[in-house]
C-alpha cells in the first residue's frame, strides 16, 4: 500500500504563499501520474495540477500563473508551489498518485487563505 502525507498546508493573508510537499513511500517514477486536488465545504473535488510522465504539467485555469508544480525524484516528493493566494484557494489540498488501473490519495492538508 503507498502512502502520501502531505504537508505545508496553513492559515494565510490573501496574495500569500505556501509550499506544499506530498512524500510518497515508493519512488513517485513508477507513477503514470502525481497531481494535486482540491475540495471547498460543499463542492466536488477538483484538480488543481498534475504532472504526468516526462514531466508534463497541467493546471486548472483558477491557478495557471499562481500555482506551480514539481517534483523530485531523488525525495519522492511532489511539491506544489502557491502564490498570490485568494481566499476562494481555502480547501483541503490532497495529494493523488495515479497508474494505469490504481490510484492512491494521501489524507490531505487545510490551506486558509484569510485576512
Known amino acids: 500500500q503507498v502512502q502520501l502525507v502531505e504537508s505545508g498546508g496553513g492559515l494565510v493573508q490573501p496574495g500569500g504563499s505556501l509550499r506544499l510537499s506530498c512524500a510518497a513511500s515508493e519512488n513517485i517514477l513508477r507513477f503514470n501520474a502525481m497531481g494535486w486536488y482540491r475540495q471547498a465545504p460543499g463542492k466536488q473535488r477538483e484538480l488543481v495540477a498534475n504532472?504526468?510522465?516526462?514531466?508534463?504539467?497541467n493546471y486548472a485555469g483558477s491557478v495557471k500563473g499562481r500555482f506551480t508544480i514539481s517534483s523530485d525524484s531523488a525525495k519522492n516528493t511532489v511539491y506544489l508551489q502557491m502564490n498570490s493566494l485568494k481566499p476562494e484557494d481555502t480547501a483541503v489540498y490532497y495529494c493523488k498518485a495515479s497508474g494505469y488501473a490504481y490510484e492512491y490519495w494521501g489524507q490531505g492538508t487545510q490551506v486558509t487563505v484569510s485576512s
Open positions: 504532472i504526468i510522465s516526462r514531466g508534463i504539467t
